[in-house]
């Protein structure tokens, strides 16, 4: 990652700006696809190393490689570098415009979809993913690439439920501040793909699936809605997470009709931990927000800094995590806890926006929107949010970075930082200001960091 690319505004005008900028690109390119399957993928000779387990590939009929997700790309260009000619087939999903015009890596094809609704492209790629997995058996290897985004990227509607159905259901769930854990229990239940469908699909072949994590805690039944792994959540926590939301009544009736079927008993459940269908499936997590934050806390040293990790696990509303990072930055730049100037503080996790308003930003966006508010008037503290996939929300931006100076500065403007916030539009504050960060898609995904810097 170039850090000239994650310079704004204030980063430009800061005499440490630049220091700031290699910091964030650190922690990208620590969670580089490519480089993370390469450390986890391997040939030797006719052994295949995925992890620490190995395949004869003499013993091997035919290797499928599959996937989806924001990294589907480099994970696939990796795979095709350590397998070569072994590869019998292959399809993986990514984001549009996520893929190079030449799409095809050696019997891995590579296609488009959209992203955070699934659309028709989305589904007719995965019957086609269904299709070649039906031609896997005994004796064959389905090596399966998942990062984040592969929740909308993979869909299979279940019997009944139509795919208007179920981005009707995920806009709202988008919507009304859900986390991605309870979005995802429900996908698993209206979906035959997730929730360990895919491992389903490619029995009984053996299943290894390479894992980017963009959820907090890395629950791999949460990650891309866990297509090759069992899962413990039941159609009745589904359901709950409906009611939690007051959302019963808004959800389209088939899908509330399969809940209730589910409930009943006349529905079969996903598969569950203990399934004798996970004896021939192994998940290998490769790259995760842990390991993106430590990177940035190393370049963050070998600027002569001092540097703490506060937490991989920030959660909850965005505007409330960004006032308390704006605490704990103004708790540092005042007392030299619990870092000394000059310092760097990460925070990692995925925040949620409940949307109250019509503007247009992100969580990572509105954090920052929300820290700014309480940072005015603080000297030599900056903070940078931004989410590693490079879009925030629906935007061509990752996030922003916030300084003491910002809210004076937007009044100065003309810009009101409260009725921006009130309306959910920290996209349209930050943009006149210069202050948004515009890196383009990452092709990574771990989750989004918060660097708070006191210089």
Same mark, same amino acid.
């Given at each position: ?30 969670? %580089? ?197 069992? %899962? ?61 934050? &430590? ?10 800094? %001092? ?7 920030? &959660?909850?509303?965005?505007? &409330? ?43 990572? &966006? ?49 810009? %009101? ?39």
């Amino acid at each position: 990652m170039d850090p000239t690319r994650l310079l704004t505004h204030t980063l430009r005008a800061h005499p440490a700006g630049q220091a700031v900028a290699r910091v964030l690109a650190a922690a990208l390119e620590a969670v %580089d696809p490519r480089a993370a399957v390469l450390r986890f993928l391997r040939r030797e000779g006719e052994r295949l190393w995925v992890g620490e387990r190995a395949y004869d590939l003499a013993a091997i009929r035919r290797i499928w490689v599959v996937g989806a997700g924001k990294a589907g790309y480099p994970m696939a260009q990796a795979a095709a570098d350590v397998l070569g000619g072994r590869i019998g087939g292959g399809l993986v999903i990514v984001n549009e415009g996520y893929a190079p015009p030449q799409r095809n890596l050696r019997g891995i094809e590579v296609v488009e979809a959209g992203h955070p609704l699934p659309d028709e492209r989305g589904a007719q790629a995965t019957r086609r993913m269904a299709a070649l997995l039906e031609g896997a058996g005994a004796g064959d290897l389905v090596l399966c690439l998942l990062s984040g985004g592969g929740s909308a990227l993979l869909t299979a509607p279940a019997p009944g439920v139509s795919l208007a159905d179920v981005q009707a259901l995920t806009a709202r769930l988008l919507a009304c501040g859900a986390s991605i854990a309870e979005i995802n229990t429900l996908r698993k239940h209206i979906d035959l793909v997730k929730g360990g469908g895919l491992a389903r699909w490619a029995a009984p072949a053996d299943v290894a699936a390479l894992i980017l994590s963009d959820v907090v805690g890395d629950p791999l039944d949460v990650i891309a809605s866990g297509p090759c792994v069992p %899962d413990p959540s039941t159609y009745a926590d589904g359901f709950e997470v409906l009611r939690r939301y007051e959302l019963l009544a808004e959800v389209p009736a088939a899908i509330r009709s399969r809940l209730e079927a589910g409930l009943r008993g006349e529905t079969p459940e996903t598969p569950k931990p203990g399934d004798g269908l996970f004896e021939r499936v192994q998940n290998v997590v490769v790259a995760s927000n842990y390991q993106a934050a &430590q990177a940035g806390l190393a370049q963050a040293r070998r600027e002569g800094w %001092d540097a703490l990790l506060l937490t991989t696990s920030l &959660q909850g509303e965005a505007r &409330q995590a960004g006032r308390m990072l704006a605490a704990v930055a103004r708790q540092a730049a005042l007392t030299g806890e619990p870092v000394a100037r000059p310092g760097c503080i990460v925070a990692g996790g995925e925040t949620t926006v409940t949307l109250r308003g019509d503007g247009l930003g992100g969580r990572n &966006q509105e954090l920052a929107l929300a820290a700014a508010l309480d940072l005015a008037g603080l000297e030599g503290t900056l903070l940078a949010a931004l989410a590693t996939d490079g879009g925030d929300g629906p935007t061509d931006a990752a996030g922003a970075v916030v300084s003491g100076e910002t809210a004076p500065r937007a009044r100065a403007a003309g810009l %009101d930082a409260q009725e921006h916030l009130a309306r959910n539009d920290a996209y349209h504050f930050f943009a006149p200001l210069g202050d948004l960060l515009l890196p383009g898609p990452t092709q990574t995904n771990v989750n989004d960091l918060a660097f708070i810097f006191v210089l």
